[in-house]
């Protein structure tokens, strides 16, 4: 495997950990002066803070309150700073949840904040420099996903490439003419294009791909799934976490235990189910770049565990443990076991054989009924699979073939868990 030459760390203007609490409260303080003469959304929520003491008072904020707001006053809603000529780009979310999707703005300086934190630190703690190629693998919609990286990577002066408006076999085309260094998509897709390649012939891991960077999913940071796709490619793995609304959150290092919370750009929290500070639980996150349309004390959705021992790369950052380890709604029960679908998913994929698989979770006469629908390359037996599942979580997860191409597939999110009624 080419392993990073040397795995840069980020540069980190604040090391010391009061030093960044009193950076935080300071942008946090500059940034609210003007949200609070003009932005109608929060004049209604929030008063001056002047303290972390008033700033633990605020209330938290939610996605459907955002999208409430922009549903009663439409189409942008009430979170805007400034007046609209402002404004310089439109994104909305994926809405793969089936949601409404919540559209958002951002001004000339805010997007100059999402390509600054890609080129400041996503990139450098995965080695990537302004030598390399990068390949997106991505639609490049409305859906605003690997839009800050493609403009992240220029900043880099690295070679940015599109991978819009292609198919599979377009996109390993293209990446292995332009001799592309790094691969951008979800840890998904990243799977999907591998297997589409070895059926085609070709041999990606003899390709100049070295870094593979994800997000989207959690995938790469479940140990399996990364070790499937940096043996597909022969390419270091690394994680990426960003929100829509919030902006780019995390990074993983050299270490590759965890991701790191880009706390010079955001406040975080980590609440436990009553809403009291705690190790484990859901992110919350406030920016401090994109005053345009600010969040403050939003949830996430995200459950995490957070550690602040120091790491090894040298980075000031809290680090959420293993990534982010699914999305507080997605744990199903089986025989009394509660479970999340990363669980399931490091199993799967220390599976080959699996090309794609989807959680269905049944609520038959209020019992929870839970199998896998599973897509295989090859002979379609599913005892090992299941043994696996079995000793790992415990519990007897049935396993069923279903034909190869019936599963959603998407290069933007993909959805592990469909729950079906009756
Ligand atoms: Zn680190």
Redesign the pocket.
């Known amino acids: 495997m080419r392993f990073l030459r040397s795995p840069g760390?980020a540069a980190h203007p604040w090391t010391d950990p009061e030093e960044l609490r009193d950076g935080q409260i300071r942008k946090l303080r500059a940034g609210l002066a003007e949200v609070l003469e003009t932005n109608s959304f929060w004049r209604s929520r929030l008063t001056e803070v002047r303290s972390w003491d008033d700033f633990e008072r605020l209330p938290l904020t939610t996605k459907a309150e955002l999208l409430a707001d922009q549903i009663s006053k439409p189409p942008y809603g009430t979170n805007l700073t400034h007046s609209l000529d402002r404004y310089v780009r439109l994104h909305q979310t994926s809405g793969s949840s089936g949601d409404h999707p919540l559209l958002w703005l951002d001004t000339a300086e805010s997007w100059e904040w999402w390509e600054r934190i890609w080129s400041e630190h996503v990139y450098p703690?995965a080695g990537v420099s302004a030598g390399d190629r990068v390949f997106l693998a991505f639609s490049f919609g409305p859906f605003i996903g690997f839009w800050s990286a493609f403009g992240g990577a220029q900043r880099l002066g690295a070679l940015a490439i599109s991978g819009g408006a292609m198919t599979s076999e377009q996109r390993i085309r293209t990446m292995l003419d332009l001799r592309a260094t790094v691969l951008m998509c979800t840890p998904t897709y990243a799977l999907r294009l591998a297997d589409v390649a070895r059926r085609l012939g070709i041999e990606l891991e003899k390709s100049d791909i070295r870094v593979t960077l994800h997000a989207g999913e959690p995938g790469a940071s479940i140990p399996a799934t990364r070790a499937a796709i940096e043996s597909a490619y022969s390419a270091a793995c690394f994680d990426h976490t960003g929100m829509t609304e919030l902006g780019p959150t995390g990074f993983?290092?050299?270490?590759?235990?965890?991701i790191?919370a880009i706390e010079s750009e955001f406040i975080f929290e980590v609440l436990d189910s009553s809403g009291r500070p705690a190790p484990e639980g859901e992110l919350v996150a406030t920016n401090l770049g994109r005053w345009g349309t600010p969040l403050i004390r939003y949830r996430t959705g995200d459950r995490v565990k957070v550690s602040r021992e120091p790491?090894?790369?040298?980075?000031p950052?809290m680090?959420l443990v293993g990534g982010i380890q699914g999305r507080v709604d997605d744990m199903f029960t089986v025989r009394g076991v509660n479970l999340y679908p990363s669980q399931v998913e490091d199993i799967v994929r220390g599976h080959p054989e699996v090309t794609e698989f989807v959680i269905e979770h049944r609520r038959v006469r209020e019992m929870d009924e839970v199998s896998l629908l599973v897509e295989v390359a090859g002979e379609d037996s599913t005892e090992r699979l299941e043994a696996d599942l079995r000793q790992a979580l415990g519990v007897r997860l049935g396993c069923r073939v279903v034909e190869t191409g019936t599963l959603p597939r998407s290069d933007v999110k993909s959805k592990r868990i469909v729950r079906v009624s009756g």
């Not at 993983?252 to 965890?258: A, I, L, N, T």
């Open positions: 760390a703690a993983s290092c050299s270490q590759r235990d965890g790191h790491c090894s790369c040298g980075s950052f680090k």
